[in-house]
């Protein structure tokens, strides 16, 4: 086999690590958004948009915070960790299209005056919250 050969079947081998590996965050974040759905349902009369704002909040600001420390120097992550947190695991936590749907819910529902606060403010506080875990990785230096 010739390196070139072992290049392209690593390559190869690296980009399947990385899917499995993506899946399993994906898998993994899914289940937690789930649980945080199930936990607001129970403790909030209205579930919907209030566990989605959450779990966008809460996906926002772990983002921000990651991606602050990785900026800094202060953590570094191979690609595939990379992958796993930020592609699988909070892609698969965080949920603007669940966002969305709830907007438009409320909307044809009638509730437009919920409907604009659920948009501006999740989209106001979403960047509040990167910002904040961005800012907050300094904390860790």
Do not use: C, K
């Amino acid at each position: 086999m010739t390196s070139s050969s072992t290049g392209i079947i690593e390559g190869r081998r690296l980009f399947y690590v990385n899917l499995l590996v993506i899946a399993i965050g994906g898998a993994i974040g899914t289940a937690a958004r789930h649980g945080v759905n199930v936990l607001g349902a129970r403790l909030l009369e209205r579930p919907v948009p209030y566990a989605t704002a959450i779990v966008n909040l809460v996906g926002a600001g772990l983002i921000g915070l990651l991606a602050g420390l990785i900026a800094s120097g202060r953590v570094h992550m191979e690609p595939t960790v990379r992958a796993f947190v930020f592609v699988g695991l909070l892609g698969g936590f965080t949920t603007f299209s669940s966002y969305v749907l709830d907007s438009l819910t409320l909307a044809q529902g009638g509730e437009y005056g919920l409907a604009f606060a659920n948009v501006a403010g999740q989209t106001a506080l979403g960047l509040a919250a990167v910002w904040a875990g961005f800012a907050a990785a300094s904390v860790f230096s």
